[in-house]
């Protein structure tokens, strides 16, 4: 019996895992990997350290020596699938060629989203940067020797870019259409946040969206609708799109946020896609939920690789959790932010604490804001912290929102305690409680 050939275009997390997944399922498998980079895997989410100085950019290359795993390395851009005839047509540098296949995984990930900001595109790459390559930091290095940056976009990458360059001695300015973190936290949490940056001399411009981009001898003025803010180079972390050109060559339905698969990651029989490519889905309510994460996308690469392994696999839907480090400012969230599950029609209660993490007797001490999200039924819709220990306390809400507990069903869990970590009674059961209070 003839081995089927698998096929895995794109070699980020959704790649990778699909790669790993399918080889320990089966070590002997056919696969061949397309991709279109001269090195195996590259680690983006590395990038504002790399531009920081705290990581060599290089050092977020990685050969995976697929060789030594018998797998097949085509070097290319998947332009489109033929269902019909199973076969992948691919553009290299000069040339195309078909590579045929039974199974397809495509993990294209994602490209740089700019915002509708007049003349942005004439200066990309000459003053105007985005952060999605290594071959990005290098540009923006070059600009370091000047004394002024802007960055347009306050999500995560925008404030660690922010931090980034303030630790190079330029002067900062965020411009921001909405407020820091948008969708992603509470207003009242944000300011936690303004706060922080406002202390480390980052200028915060919020609720101001950029209308255009002016260049001005040898600096660039950025005009929003109320002022013009100069600087010496621009940096735009504004998100990213769904790089799945290929499911629109192919004729497959597709929507603003990806490709659209079902629960078990298929396009169609035969072809899977996974990662940034796709439209993903709210574990909460099942419904659209746009966001982009490795670990959402490692999570499909698995479920996608194992259902074409013969695998019954499903996947149930990302919380969004995620976590950013502002400086020494840890943020983590998970889930909705009071806004968005307003708007997807849920009616929220919320608990919210300002506290030490360890008793107040410890004299060195960290403090936590902590907010928990949930219906009027108990149900937890999500999670905000900031501070010291935000991480693991958000991974645990994390677990109970995939599970669909209701706190009642949260404070039945046992945490680990020592004076020197944690109270006895933690942060997250005093939220939890301070919302039950809320729902009587």
Request: proline share 4%; with cysteine; aromatic share 6%.
């Amino acid at each position: 019996m003839e081995q089927k050939k698998i096929v895995i275009a794109g070699l980020g997390s959704a790649g990778y895992a699909a790669l790993v997944t399918i080889k320990r399922i089966n070590p002997k498998a056919q696969v061949v990997v397309i991709d279109p980079k001269d090195c195996d895997i590259v680690h983006p989410c590395g990038l504002p350290y790399a531009l920081e100085g705290t990581v060599n950019e290089q050092d977020l290359q990685q050969d995976i020596l697929l060789s030594r795993m018998n797998v097949e390395k085509i070097k290319g851009i998947v332009h489109s699938v033929d269902a019909a005839k199973k076969e992948i047509l691919v553009h290299q540098d000069t040339t195309t060629v078909t590579i045929p296949y039974d199974t397809v995984i495509l993990c294209t990930g994602y490209k740089p989203m700019l915002p509708p900001v007049n003349n942005i595109e004439r200066y990309i790459h000459s003053g105007v940067y985005t952060l999605s390559s290594i071959a990005d930091v290098g540009r923006i290095k070059k600009e370091l020797k000047g004394k002024r940056a802007i960055v347009i976009g306050a999500g995560a990458i925008g404030l660690e870019v922010a931090h980034a360059l303030k630790n190079s001695s330029l002067a900062v300015t965020v411009i921001e259409a909405k407020d820091v973190l948008p969708n992603a936290v509470d207003s009242d949490m944000a300011q936690l946040v303004t706060q922080h940056c406002v202390s480390h001399d980052i200028e915060l411009v919020l609720h101001s969206p950029v209308m255009a981009i002016e260049k001005r001898d040898s600096e660039f003025d950025v005009i929003t609708q109320n002022t013009t803010y100069t600087a010496s180079f621009v940096i735009a972390a504004t998100g990213f799109a769904p790089n799945c050109d290929w499911a629109v060559h192919s004729s497959f339905e597709t929507s603003r946020w990806g490709v659209i698969v079902n629960e078990h990651l298929q396009v169609q029989p035969g072809i899977y896609a996974a990662g940034d490519c796709i439209q993903s889905w709210s574990v909460i309510d099942k419904k659209p939920f746009p966001v982009k994460l490795a670990t959402s996308a490692y999570k499909q690469g698995i479920v996608a690789a194992e259902h074409a392994m013969g695998m019954g696999s499903v996947y149930k839907g990302t919380a969004g959790t995620f976590v950013t480090k502002v400086g020494d400012l840890e943020i983590a969230a998970t889930g909705f932010s009071t806004q968005v599950a307003q708007e997807r029609g849920f009616s929220v209660i919320t608990g919210k604490i300002s506290a030490t993490v360890k008793p107040e007797y410890f004299t060195e001490n960290e403090r936590l804001n902590f907010k928990i999200l949930c219906d009027t039924k108990g149900k937890l819709l999500g999670a905000q912290a900031i501070g010291t220990g935000a991480a693991a306390r958000i991974n645990i809400i994390s677990l109970a929102i995939e599970y669909g507990l209701t706190v009642d069903e949260l404070m039945r869990f046992e945490m680990a305690y020592c004076p020197a970590v944690s109270e006895v009674h933690d942060i997250v059961f005093k939220a939890c409680e301070f919302a039950k209070r809320r729902m009587k």
